[in-house]
């Protein structure tokens, strides 16, 4: 039967931070979901007209 010391600390659970935050992500994801992309976004017209493109070949 094995034991857990009791000097042993417990394990500290794992901190909930995202991964990526940067604005950029966070339009793409939000275009995404179906929201509107700021008028300030960083992504290039281009890549938010490709993106209509596949959604309406994929409707």
Known sequence: MSKR???APTPTPAP???MSSTP???TY???RLGG????NSR??????TKI??????HK
Do not use: D, F, W
């Open 16 to 18: 909930a931070t995202q």
């Open 43 to 48: 992504v290039p017209t281009e890549i938010i």
């Open 24 to 26: 950029g992500h966070l």
């Open 52 to 57: 209509r493109n596949e959604r309406k070949l």
């Open 29 to 31: 994801n939000n275009y």
């Open 5 to 7: 010391p009791s000097y």
């Open 36 to 39: 509107n992309p700021g008028t």
